[in-house]
């Protein structure tokens, strides 16, 4: 499956990280989000909106990108 996840995104060689985040709300603003975000030590390559309302995806999509300048934003169905 993993493979066939791979070859369906266009992705040929990934290098990912998983880390854990405690202490954080699934029940946060756009605020919150953006200061987490923020609060990155190194600026990620890429975030994956993955969770919520469309509109409120996009909306945060557009807050990333223009407030802390990050050139990849993806918005998953």
Known sequence: MQQRDAVATGI??????????????ALV?????LA?????ESKPGEVRLVHGDASAKRA??????SQLALE???VVK
Do not use: C, P, W, Y
Request: hydrophobic share 45%.
């Open 12 to 25: 040929n060689d990934l290098k990912a990280q998983v880390h854990t985040v405690s202490g954080f709300s």
């Open 29 to 33: 603003d756009q605020e919150d989000l």
């Open 36 to 40: 987490f975000v923020a609060g990155i």
């Open 60 to 65: 945060l999509q557009q807050e990333l990108m």
């Open 72 to 74: 990849r934003v993806l």
